[in-house]
């Protein structure tokens, strides 16, 4: 049977895409295999949304083009594969293949003919795509990411998404809860809704609202997340959805970019400094405790200390649990290209490790308030150093604990012991009986 290796970069959702498309190639005989050097197949998931990401991309290209066999394939998907089309072809000869994020349909026969010689960019939008008939294989049984929206129709002037995923769409709420009940079925019981402004979902019928409510009423399903929602998105009925159905988890990642309305203004988000906090304010109404964490970008066009000094200024009136953080790149074909004023790379770099200094302070600040207190954790796996187990909080935070394997897959009552920052060491409250001593 013919192998496929498929390296994943980038978001939740390329995740989720990689396993659509072995969920594509497995209906064709084709087996995973986790090693390079074996695979007939090698397939790269690619991320546009910064330089780096793409330059990562190229490098690890120039690695995995020597493991390509004789009349093997390569191929580049995803939203790089979107930006550069058949320039990539071009750009690394050893690549057969370039295949968009509307494109994975046509993988098994855009393969075949790769491996009889021939070179092929696939970069087609099709609105009408949801991959709805493929099964994905997933890599994990208890937690499962679900796609519910594909595409984005907002125009933040900094992002390329909208040119590499094309225009918003969102499935069949119906088609959504058949799969969530496909996976509780089979042992899931957590599951994370995917879009690119997931709450601004509507299905034509049903919104968001609904999404939540229906999915939470699911049998097995313990806990519900969803990312990236877009912070205006939040209507009342959304609100209300996520304070009445209890497998919404008290955590939202909430993307604000800065914290200057000027900058804001210019980066074509739809509110402003007092807008997201008000959304804030309306979310810690809604669900006690909630967690909130965030992407911020430094060093956007025109971005002036004084801006980026409302930004500080924000991760401490929020008190964010977490941000992601990053230096703007420059996104040829996005509109901000065309503002004026860019700022030094050395500024940015100034801004990002300050910024970082202060999200870090205000995180352990959230973190040693929570040591101590009682939480239920999922146990995702082992931890990735020693010969601990990593759990995850409902508010999404990992905490680290001693206990058999078998504990994975499963949730456990502990105690918060003691904190490194963001992470926590945990203690259990119950241990099986078979281990009482
Ligand atoms: N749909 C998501 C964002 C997808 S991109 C949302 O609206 O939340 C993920 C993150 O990458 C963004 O939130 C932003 O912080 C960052 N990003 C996007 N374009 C960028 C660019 N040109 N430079 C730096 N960071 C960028
Ligand atoms: Fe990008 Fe803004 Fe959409 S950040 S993905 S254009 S909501």
């Known amino acids: ?29 084709y087996v995973r295999t986790d090693d390079p050097a074996a695979a007939d197949v090698l397939l790269v998931n690619t991320c546009a949304v910064r330089d780096h990401a793409e330059q990562r991309v190229l490098g690890r290209m120039g690695e995995l083009k020597h493991y390509k066999r004789p009349g093997g394939v390569l191929g580049v998907m995803g939203c790089m594969a979107q930006r550069l089309g058949p320039r990539l072809l071009e750009r690394v000869p050893q690549v057969d293949l370039v295949v968009g994020p509307d494109g994975y349909r046509n993988l098994p026969e855009l393969i075949a003919r790769a491996a009889s010689g021939e070179r092929a960019a696939d970069v087609a939008f099709k609105s009408w795509e949801h991959y709805e008939d493929v099964p994905p294989v997933r890599g994990r049984t208890s937690s499962a990411f679900v796609t519910v929206q594909r595409g984005c129709d907002y125009r933040c002037t900094f992002c390329i998404v909208p040119m590499t995923r094309g225009p918003e769409r969102s499935r069949n709420l119906t088609d959504v809860v058949r799969e969530v009940e496909g996976l509780t079925a089979q042992g899931t019981t957590e599951v994370t809704l995917l879009g690119q402004t997931v709450n601004s979902y509507h299905d034509g019928v049903h919104d968001f609202a609904d999404l939540l409510r229906a999915v939470g009423a699911v049998p097995g399903l313990r806990r519900l997340r969803f990312t990236s929602p877009y912070p205006t998105d939040f209507t009342d009925r959304v609100l209300v959805a996520m304070a009445d159905t209890r497998v919404v988890c008290e955590h939202v990642h909430l993307p604000v970019q800065s914290g200057s309305s000027r900058v804001l203004k210019r980066m074509l988000r739809r509110y402003d400094r007092e807008r997201y906090l008000e959304v804030v304010a309306a979310l810690r109404r809604a669900v006690s405790g909630v967690a909130l964490t965030t992407d911020i970008i430094v060093g956007f066009p025109g971005e002036t200390e004084s801006d980026f000094a409302e930004t500080l200024s924000l991760v401490e009136a929020v008190g964010f649990d977490d941000a992601y953080t990053f230096k703007y790149s420059v996104r040829e074909g996005t509109p ?102």
């Open 1 to 29: 049977m013919p192998t496929i290796y498929i390296e994943t970069y980038g978001c939740q959702m390329n995740v989720s895409d990689s396993e659509l498309m072995l969920g594509l190639l497995a209906r064709e005989g």
């Open 336 to 437: 901000a290209v065309r503002i004026k004023d860019h700022v030094a790379e050395e500024v940015k770099a100034e801004r990002l490790e300050r910024l970082i200094a202060v999200v870090r302070r205000v995180a352990r600040g959230k973190s040693v308030a929570l040591v101590g207190t009682e939480q239920e954790v999922l146990v995702e796996g082992r931890a990735r150093r020693g010969d601990l187990l990593q759990a995850r909080t409902r508010t999404n935070k990992v905490a680290l604990l001693e206990g058999p394997a078998a504990w994975i897959g499963t949730y456990r009552r502990v105690r918060l012991t003691g904190t490194s920052g963001t992470t926590f060491t945990a203690w259990p409250l119950e241990r099986e009986p078979a281990l009482m001593g």
